[in-house]
Nanobody, 120 residues
Framework: EVQLVESGGGLVQAGGSLRLSCAAS????????IGWFRQAPGKEREGVSC????????YYTDSVKGRFTISSDNAKNTVYLQMNSLKPEDTAVYYC?????????????WGQGTQVTVSS
């Protein structure tokens, strides 16, 4: 059974940091790219970052460049999203997803999401 389980969300003050984790199982991790998406209330889902497990290439949406870092621990089948200098506009449910390339498509594998709330 394919599973993607996010963790690490929470409530943090503006300027603070959080590290999200996405633990994957049920598929060959090294063959997939893992992406992070977020969706705020009343807004469309937005791609945040993605990492290709095969070559380590990373991608970021402009609004998080320089603040967020995606990384992968292939031995643990886990992808991390280190989020620094958080802003209230980063508040959203964050999802990880897996697909054969970046960015993951809707038909890829998706986690259940973790809430990130940044207070001003």
């Amino acid at each position: 059974e394919v599973q993607l389980v996010e963790s690490g969300g929470g409530l943090v003050q503006a300027g603070g940091s959080l590290r999200l984790s996405c633990a994957a199982s049920g598929f060959t991790f090294d063959d997939y790219a893992i992406g992070w998406f977020r969706q705020a209330p009343g807004k469309e889902r937005e791609g945040v970052s993605c990492i290709s497990s095969s070559d380590g290439r990373t991608y970021y949406t402009d609004s998080v460049k320089g603040r967020f870092t995606i990384s992968s621990d292939n031995a643990k089948n886990t992808v991390y999203l280190q989020m620094n200098s958080l802003k209230p506009e980063d508040t959203a449910v964050y999802y990880c997803a897996a697909d054969t390339g970046c960015p993951p498509r809707r038909k890829g594998y998706w986690g259940q999401g973790t809430q990130v709330t940044v207070s001003s």
